[in-house]
C-alpha cells in the first residue's frame, strides 16, 4: 500500500519523508503504508490511493490521523 504526502505532512515529517513508513486511522479502521510520492495539496494531510480508500472504508474526503 502506498499513498502521497501533501505539503502539512511533510512539513511535520521533515525533508527524509519519502519512503517513511506510516499508519493511516480513520474510526476504527486502520493501514500501514508507504510514502512514495508527492501531493501539492495545501488543504489535506494525505492523498490516498484508492486501494488504501476502500480499506478505510472511503469514497472521497476522509478525517484521517497519521502516525509514523
Known sequence: ????A???LRRAMGPHWRG???TVKSGNRSVVIK???YCASRDKLIDLYWAVMVKLGGRGVLPVRVSW
Not at 1 to 4: E, L, Q, T, W
Open 1 to 4: 500500500m502506498v499513498a502521497a
Open 6 to 8: 501533501c505539503l502539512k
Open 20 to 22: 517513511t513508513i506510516v
Open 35 to 37: 510514502l512514495v510520492d
